[in-house]
């Protein structure tokens, strides 16, 4: 490799120790062997990285928290793979109410490093997702309904550009920018180096539940949580977790932010359906209440997973949950399921194309999932999840571009709606040669 540029920060090519932990990520089916990963230390080496690979004509990725679902997003083979997450600085104006973040931070320490402040920022259920990637793409999980999806709180990004120059995007300077990086996904147009959240005040306590039923009682719980959580309390994430038949747990879970009183009062349509086995209530102060919720989920695992997401209009009808109920008992993983947010609240006070996330009116999410360990299993289950997917496109719409699948051929207006042509457009302005591309990347407007 000749070039005018050197590489900076913590570098690791391929014979070089700790290259073998430095190319894992949380899903092994994503795992490959990039020629060099470099560990950012400050914007300034993101800087270098980039032009080192436009003057080495090397393929190049951007990667946070080494959470992305799909092969081939975060990490290359054969090419430089940007790794932020050493860059995690946490500065706080609590007059204001804004948080600078630098984009290496996992969602858990950055979220709990707020939370014995006082203040809360969106989360979704893993402390080891990079708040990176998790904000570009929408960011949601059990707070949204109240203080919106973790896009909406964005309001300043620094960024490298294609030619390695220093970007910032807020409401004065590359507004255009700004809008397309609250939700239109990470990667597509810079590598983000630090972010401007609004932050909000926590309440001191709050309140979370788990209910669990038999497994069988799945027909009957789906329905009910599906006419009941869009239209509860605003102040209500509610989740739902049905797993594999192998593994039988059917789950409820979510996080109020108010008392005990007003939650069991709340959940009384899910507690008189079926029977349940265990109900707990719990108030905690919000401090304990994140670490409770955001519990240790290490890199990396044993286990491969194939996603596929989309958004529920209506309940769904029997159709949809025999179909949901045939990949349940065909699907041997014991992490295999399908999972359900409710929507609403603040994410649907905001207009469709007020910001690049496009999605604001549906009732639900969902997601569903097939796990496994042995490789050799892995082309049954990318079979199931694409037949499910199939069978289900009459019972949903769209699909969340933080939860990629690559069978979605027409991505554009899956992940973002009418939002896609502006998106093309932000993307033409800011990287009109597309050196930051991957698979379902944003493709310049011609």
Do not use: C
Not at 134 to 139: E, I, P
Not at 249 to 267: C, I, Q, V
């Amino acid at each position: 490799m000749n070039s005018k540029t050197q590489l900076t920060g913590r570098v690791i090519f391929r014979d070089d120790p700790g290259y073998e932990k430095a190319r894992l990520n949380w899903n092994p089916y994503t795992n490959t062997f990039p020629l060099v990963i470099v560990f950012a230390q400050n914007h300034k080496d993101v800087s270098n990285a980039i032009r080192w690979a436009r003057e080495n004509n090397v393929p190049l990725r951007a990667r946070g928290g080494r959470h992305a679902l799909e092969r081939d997003m975060s990490v290359v083979k054969d090419g430089i793979v940007i790794d932020v997450s050493e860059m995690t600085r946490v500065r706080l104006n609590s007059r204001e109410e804004i948080a600078l973040v630098e984009t290496g931070n996992d969602v858990g320490p950055a979220v709990k490093t707020l939370a014995k402040k006082g203040f809360m920022t969106p989360f979704g259920d893993s402390p080891t997702v990079g708040i990176a990637g998790l904000t570009l793409g929408g960011g949601i999980g059990p707070i949204q309904r109240t203080i919106g999806l973790a896009s909406d709180n964005l309001i300043g990004v620094k960024m490298v550009d294609a030619q390695g120059r220093t970007l910032i995007a807020d409401e004065n300077n590359n507004s255009d920018l700004l809008w397309a990086s609250r939700g239109g996904g990470g990667g597509n147009f810079g590598i983000a180096t630090e972010y401007k959240l609004k932050v909000h005040r926590a309440p001191a306590k709050a309140t979370m539940y788990d209910i669990i039923w038999p497994w069988e009682q799945m027909e009957e719980v789906v329905k009910v949580w599906q006419r009941w959580a869009p239209s509860v309390d605003d102040r209500l994430g509610a989740i739902l977790e049905v797993f594999s038949r192998t593994n039988g747990l059917l789950h409820a879970t979510g996080l109020f932010l108010g008392s005990k009183a007003e939650l069991t009062d709340l959940l009384e349509p899910l507690l008189t359906t079926g029977t349940p086995t265990e109900i707990n209530i719990q108030a905690l102060p919000w401090p304990a209440l994140v670490d409770k919720w955001l519990a240790p989920d290490p890199i990396p695992t044993d286990m491969s997973n194939k996603f596929s997401s989309s958004w529920g209009f209506e309940p769904f009808p029997n159709e949809a949950i025999k179909i949901m109920r045939r990949f349940l008992e065909e699907a041997t993983g014991t992490e295999s399921n399908f999972f359900f947010l409710n929507w609403g609240g603040a994410v649907s006070r905001i207009s469709p194309n007020a910001t690049a996330f496009f999605w604001r009116d549906p009732k639900f999410y969902f997601e569903f999932s097939a796990t496994w360990t042995d490789p050799s299993e892995a082309q049954r289950n990318l079979a199931l999840v694409e037949r499910t997917r199939e069978m289900m496109k009459p019972f949903a719409k769209g699909s969340y571009v933080n939860v990629p699948d690559f069978n979605i051929e027409n991505f554009g207006p899956a992940y973002y709606g009418r939002n896609f042509d502006r998106l093309r457009k932000v993307k033409a302005k800011y990287d009109p040669m597309n050196v930051f591309h991957y698979p379902q990347s944003i493709p310049p407007a011609h």
